[in-house]
């Protein structure tokens, strides 16, 4: 088995994180309780006891229930800072994180309340060396007029928002859905990512690279169904933001020795390591590296951590400065 420390030290990047997902349950009843919110939920290890998911839907019922707690500025703060604490602990030195604003201003929480206080973690965590960029996603199980009324709520904070993605439910729901959202958003000089080919067929992975004209996959998974697509996919660079453990939680895979991340790079595909939602799936982005460590080479898991800078929306230059210090990590 490879060694965690030397994964743990591995210069990387993570694309594929939903702040809302890395609420830990013990976070979650502190928050609770200081904002007076009952949640169904005696203690810590029961929260953990019902992550229990069959299905993407399984876990979602529960993550909106985890969100529900969070109310003021310093909530939003709070959970954003233990998240960047636990990446940096696991030698992540950029990130590209993930938001639902609309799980928050459907219960009533401004979209400034919510904005203000991951800024300003954020903010904070670059006075530690901690780069980052903004992804505002909208939740595809509600309709384009609302993720559109999110676009419009968003306007004053473009400057601090990198891009827009998709998240949530995914069957029933192709990415064709936001058109104009995603239209707009790529009008306004952001960039768009999507889930896509998690639970979706490769169809909604050629409607996000055709319709929304993404600068990422979110997952794909499934795009190794469709031949063409993995030819496509390789000739653009188009990097998929692979969860492992996710994956298994969610069955997506039914166990770790099946998972395709080996497969991906053995076709050419830019994959990259994340956690998703790391408090719900069992671990953070170096757990993931870990978990697939005994399906591939030392030499793999070094071009994952260069696919996740070469994917990630820094300038050529702070890429360079990254892909250097891999360099110099690995030939140690």
Known sequence: MMDQAFIAGLPKAELHIHLEGSLEPELMFEIARRNKVAIPFKSAAAVRAAYRF?????????YYQGAGVLRHEQDFYDLTRAYLAR??????????????????????????????????ALKDAATDGMTSRLIMCFLRHLDEDDAMATFKAAEPYFGCIAGVGLDSSENGHPPSKFKRVFAAA??????????????????????????????????????LEDEALVARLAAEDMTLTVCPLSNL?????????????????????????????????GGYVADNYGAVAALLTEDDMVELARNSFRGSFLDDAAKARHLKAIDAYAAT
């Open 249 to 281: 939680k969610l069955c997506v895979v039914k166990e770790m020795a099946q998972h395709p991340l080996k497969t991906m790079l053995q076709r050419g595909l830019r994959a990259t390591v994340n956690s998703d939602d790391p408090a719900y799936f």
């Open 186 to 223: 790529g009008a306004a000089g952001l960039k768009r990512v999507a889930h896509a080919g998690e639970e979706g067929p490769p169809a909604y992975v050629w409607e996000a690279l055709d319709v929304l004209n993404v600068d990422r996959i979110d997952h794909g998974n499934r795009a």
């Open 87 to 120: 990446a940096a602990a696991d030698g992540v030195c950029h990130v590209e994180a993930f938001f639902d604003p609309q799980a928050h201003t459907a219960r009533g929480v401004p979209f400034a309340i919510a904005i203000d206080g991951i800024l300003a």
């Open 54 to 62: 069959s299905r993407l839907q399984d876990f979602l019922d529960i």
